[in-house]
């Protein structure tokens, strides 16, 4: 399995469309028609912006914050299941659409607030249909999305809970690009489909180290060489 690059932070006071890496990637022409039509909105901790059963397609594109991708069992609640992907201002979620496809037996839960552009699916369907770089660009990452899918959901069965935390810190520090996470343990439990337990006595050794600290649903990551010792593969 592959291990995460170094965490990144690059945190910028204005928001606008280069905010987001796959965003940045286009033409600027190609960037203007995708906004033409695009809205930012709100992303809310704990909101599902899409699931299986959604009537209309959205694609996000992260200005900050990060969307799970999570796989639950049908009918059931967002607390059953478990995250097997992570998107911030990286790239986006939901690209899916782009190509013509629904969600899958994939929700879009919001694990740290933040904006997006939202963009209909079935009008960068359209896009892609007419300008083939875009079409390009956008299967590149969704193959990306799609290898990093394959890692996180292998890792329950292979590894314990103190490696699949320091991997889940360090993705989500890379998402949301800060070392300093607004983030609970039940939220890192949610994510990782496992008991609050477990994810508190694994912190709790993490914090005894020094490699995170944390308070009132804030975790810092205070040696990031060591989580990264840890959760390497």
């Known amino acids: 399995m592959q291990s995460l690059p170094p965490v990144s932070i690059e945190i910028g006071t204005h928001v606008n469309a280069l905010s987001n890496g796959l965003i940045a990637q286009l033409d600027a022409a190609d960037q203007a028609l995708l906004l033409r039509r695009a809205k930012i909105v709100t992303l809310n901790v704990g909101d599902v912006l899409s699931s299986p059963d959604a009537n209309k397609s959205l694609i996000y594109f992260p200005l900050s914050g990060a969307i799970a991708l999570y796989v639950g069992r049908h009918g059931q609640p967002s607390s059953v299941g478990m995250a097997v992907g992570l998107i911030g201002a990286e790239g986006a979620a939901g690209l899916q659409a782009a190509l013509g496809f629904g969600a899958g037996n994939l929700k879009m ?54 490696v699949r935390l320091a991997h889940w810190l360090l993705l989500s520090a890379q998402r949301c690009a800060t070392a300093s996470l607004v983030l609970t343990h039940a939220q890192i439990a949610q994510m990782l489909g496992v008991r609050r337990a477990s994810i508190s006595i694994a912190a709790r050794e993490m914090k005894l180290k020094r490699y995170i600290s944390y308070s009132r649903g804030h975790i810092a990551l205070l040696n990031v060489p060591a989580l990264h010792a840890l959760a390497k593969v």
Do not use: C, H, M
């Open 109 to 162: 839960l919001v694990q740290s607030a933040g904006q997006a552009y939202a963009v209909e699916g079935v009008l960068a369907q359209r896009l892609v249909q007419r300008r083939r770089k875009i079409l390009l660009q956008f299967s590149r990452y969704l193959w990306t999305v799609f290898d990093n899918i394959v890692v996180l959901a292998s890792r329950p069965y292979t590894q314990d809970i103190k």
